[in-house]
Each structure stands twice: as structure tokens, then as C-alpha cells.
């Protein structure tokens, strides 16, 4: 099972960046996928969360209007458009696949906002 991330960059505030994950090893449509970032010295914080079909959509708070979680599951791929980038966007960004007890994480992209 792998779950790879690319996209991460540099990029100056107000930019915008798209991630993409693919995944493999794995039913990838049976599995809510999901964006999380991680600052060091702090825990992942869940950024987002898609369903199976693409249904459902949650953000947290801070990132409602700014970013886009959507999945392609022909290509076994979830991507996390962001938009309107600020410096406190920078952080290690993760990919999570989760079904009931079963779940695989990314190793992460580095996206850091700056000027």
C-alpha cells in the first residue's frame, strides 16, 4: 500500500498550489480520503475530507473558501487545490485514506508560503 504526495513548493502569499496524492495496493474507491498538515513540534490537524463518491465534502474552519478537496477514482488520485495562500498554510501536507478500522498515510509534501 503507498499513498505518494507531490505539488509542494514554494510559493508567495496569495499564490496558489494543487497536491495531488495517488494511491495503490488498495480499493482506493471503498476509502473516505482525506488532507491533513503538520507543523513541526504540533499534531496533524485535519484540513479536509472526502467521501467515497465524492458526496460529501468537510473543511476546517480556517481553510473553508480557500481550498478544494476533489478524487478521481478512475486514476486512484485525491487532490487539495489551494487557493489564497497565507504563511500560516506552511506546513507538511498529508494524505489519509480511511475505511472503518483500516487506514494508510502519505509520507508528505513540504509547502511552505512565503514572500
Known amino acids: 500500500v503507498t499513498l505518494v504526495e507531490s505539488g509542494g513548493g514554494l510559493v508567495q502569499p496569495g499564490g496558489s498550489l494543487r497536491l495531488s496524492c495517488v494511491a495503490s495496493?488498495?480499493?482506493?474507491?471503498?476509502?473516505?480520503m482525506s488532507w491533513y498538515r503538520q507543523v513541526p513540534g504540533k499534531v496533524h490537524e485535519l484540513i479536509g475530507t472526502?467521501?467515497?463518491?465524492?458526496?460529501?465534502?468537510y473543511y476546517v474552519e480556517s481553510v473553508k473558501g480557500r481550498f478544494t478537496i476533489t478524487r478521481d477514482n478512475a486514476k486512484n488520485t485525491v487532490y487539495l487545490q489551494m487557493n489564497s495562500l497565507k504563511s500560516e498554510d506552511t506546513a507538511v501536507y498529508l494524505c489519509?485514506?480511511?475505511?472503518?478500522?483500516?487506514?494508510?498515510w502519505g509520507q508528505g509534501t513540504q509547502v511552505t508560503v512565503s514572500s
Open positions: 472526502i467521501t467515497t463518491t465524492s458526496v460529501s465534502r
Open positions: 489519509n485514506a480511511r475505511r472503518s478500522i483500516s487506514e494508510y
Open positions: 495496493g488498495f480499493t482506493f474507491s471503498d476509502y473516505a
